[in-house]
């Protein structure tokens, strides 16, 4: 039986969330500025243990548009680096379209944090239109990226996860070369990645187990005439002959 292709990074179920953020996201303490702190700790804890909770994260973005002067560069970046680990979502853009509108001008913004938002959000553009290769062929060549990932842990790890979770929903059997490509990896780490998946190398081909997103189905269309409606259509077809 083939093994579920999971993410590294754990979203966090309503139940498992710490007692104290939930009771600050259920308050209105949510749009208290002394709670910035807590999210920010939040958002480490999150990078540390491989975690993730969007909505905590864009309640920290939303306190730092009401109170741009507690911003905190760094957990910005931290934010956005965990929202592009759970494409194809939107939680990226989300957070995106959370930050201060003047992040991106660098005659007001400070010039790293603008640099940094227009690289990830270069980054999410790739993933979005499933340009794997193009992915890591950018964020090897320029090694300010894994500076903004350094802090969350197994970011690689959770992006080759990704990835294969949209590969095996999309395809049956796909050339050796194709995915080594899309996931940074040769031939040997290759097969070990897909043993754990199911995943068989024979080759040139690497052949994806059956799963319900990329088994082909019949669909059945039916429609119902009703002898009126096709009375009408041979009236019609006489009246045009005549």
């Not at 979203?11 to 600050?24: A, C, G, V, W």
């Not at 939107?90 to 005659?107: E, G, K, T, V």
């Not at 990830?120 to 193009?134: G, P």
């Not at 997103?213 to 009408?232: I, P, S, Y």
Request: glycine share 4%.
């Amino acid at each position: 039986m083939a093994a579920t292709i999971q993410s590294t990074t754990t979203p966090i179920p309503l139940d498992s969330r710490p007692e104290h953020i939930e009771n600050i996201l259920g308050g209105l303490d949510r749009y208290n500025p002394e709670t910035v702190s807590v999210f920010q700790d939040y958002v480490q804890y999150q990078c540390e243990n491989k975690t993730y909770d969007c909505l905590a994260n864009l309640a920290l973005l939303k306190l730092y548009q009401f109170n741009p002067h507690l911003t905190r560069e760094e957990t910005i970046t931290n934010v956005l680096v965990k929202a592009l680990t759970m494409f194809p979502g939107p939680d990226f853009s989300l957070c995106l379209h959370l930050l201060p509108p003047n992040i991106l001008d660098p005659a007001i913004s400070p010039e790293p944090l603008a640099d940094a938002v227009r690289k990830l959000t270069h980054l999410n553009t790739l993933l979005e239109s499933a340009s794997y290769r193009e992915f890591w062929n950018t964020y090897e060549a320029d090694d300010l990226y894994a500076d903004l990932v350094a802090d969350c842990a197994g970011f690689e790890d959770t992006m080759r996860d990704m990835i294969a979770l949209q590969t095996g929903a999309v395809a049956r059997e796909i050339r050796t070369e194709v995915v080594s490509g899309w996931l940074n990896l040769g031939e040997e780490e290759l097969k070990a990645f897909g043993e754990r998946l199911g995943w068989k190398v024979e080759g040139d081909v690497v052949k994806l187990p059956l799963n319900r997103e990329n088994e082909a189905k019949t669909t059945v269309f039916r429609e119902n005439v009703t002898f009126n409606q096709f009375q009408g259509v041979v009236k019609r077809a006489y009246e045009q002959a005549a």
